[in-house]
């Protein structure tokens, strides 16, 4: 069992930056899969970025590429994702979510764990 806890949302202006957080309990933390993805009100929940449990895969939605940066601290049981130049389509809950695939995986339906999720809004 692994709880996730996200952190690290709140209000920014277009063109800022912000770092989310996810904590996640367990001792088997490091062999998960680890995913982000966001829901904008009235949409459909959609991937943002996912992350091996090695480090040696990372994959990122086409609409952040370039933008958001993933990674993860496994000693720390912590991923992070790093937003730069955010956009008010950025707006959204932000959720961290786990997969017992221990490669970076693109579907919500691969994800085992999720978290409570984030607020994320970005002014104009």
């Known amino acids: 069992q692994v709880q996730l806890a996200e952190s690290g949302g709140g209000l920014v202006q277009a063109g800022g930056s912000l770092r989310l957080s996810c904590a996640a309990s367990?001792?088997?933390?490091?062999?998960?899969?680890m995913g982000w993805f966001r829901q904008a009100p009235g949409k459909e929940r959609e991937f943002v970025a996912a992350?091996?449990?090695?480090?040696?895969?990372?994959y990122y939605a086409d609409s952040v590429k370039g933008r958001f940066t993933i990674s993860r601290d496994n000693p720390k049981n912590t991923m992070y994702l790093q937003m730069n130049k955010l956009k008010p389509e950025d707006t959204a809950v932000y959720y961290c979510?786990?997969?017992?695939?221990?490669?970076?995986?693109?579907?919500?339906?691969?994800?085992?764990?999720w978290g409570q999720g984030t607020q994320v809004t970005v002014s104009s």
């Open positions: 979510a786990a997969s017992r695939q221990q490669t970076a995986q693109t579907t919500m339906r691969a994800y085992d764990y």
């Open positions: 992350i091996s449990w090695g480090f040696s895969t990372s």
């Open positions: 367990g001792r088997t933390f490091s062999t998960y899969g």
